[in-house]
């Protein structure tokens, strides 16, 4: 976590326990900003997929933070099939401010700066 960005890399394929693990993990670190509003890269470049199983937990675990002050989420990935995918299965990230970029660069940036318009307008 970088700020009140929270920095995720995931690589390779995902069942529902190791899904369960990083969703667990994820909570923790939005619990600890107190109610702070707050922003995500998820590095997905070296994702393969997932089970349908994951697939699951995951969209429950992004219902769980569209309750959150979540201001806006990047997702880094090259592969247009697997974003796709992403997209399919995980419809509350419709719900969420997210884009995907095929660069940490300009995901970074977008993130700071939809941050910095929050904060402006509190």
Same mark, same amino acid.
């Given at each position: 976590?970088?700020?009140?960005?929270?920095? &995720?890399? *995931?690589?390779?394929?995902?069942?529902? /326990?190791?899904? !369960?693990?990083?969703?667990? @993990?994820?909570? $923790?670190? &939005?619990?600890?900003?107190?109610? +702070?509003?707050?922003?995500? !890269?998820?590095?997905?470049? /070296?994702?393969?997929?997932?089970?349908?199983?994951? @697939?699951?937990?995951?969209?429950?675990?992004? *219902?769980?933070? $569209?309750?959150? +002050?979540?201001?806006?989420?990047? #997702?880094? #990935?090259?592969? &247009?099939?697997?974003? =796709? #995918?992403?997209?399919? +299965?995980?419809?509350? !990230?419709?719900?969420?401010?997210?884009?995907?970029?095929? @660069?940490?660069? /300009? =995901?970074?940036?977008? *993130? &700071?700066?939809? *941050?910095? +318009?929050?904060?402006?307008?509190?």
């Amino acid at each position: 976590m970088k700020g009140d960005i929270i920095n &995720v890399k *995931l690589s390779g394929t995902f069942n529902k /326990e190791g899904i !369960l693990r990083y969703c667990e @993990h994820v909570k $923790s670190l &939005v619990i600890s900003l107190k109610g +702070r509003p707050f922003a995500m !890269l998820v590095d997905d470049i /070296e994702v393969e997929g997932g089970t349908p199983e994951a @697939h699951e937990e995951l969209q429950a675990y992004n *219902l769980w933070l $569209s309750q959150q +002050r979540i201001v806006a989420k990047a #997702i880094v #990935i090259d592969n &247009v099939v697997t974003q =796709a #995918i992403i997209a399919q +299965r995980t419809p509350e !990230l419709a719900q969420q401010n997210t884009r995907y970029f095929n @660069h940490i660069e /300009e =995901a970074s940036d977008w *993130l &700071v700066n939809s *941050l910095n +318009r929050v904060r402006q307008s509190t």
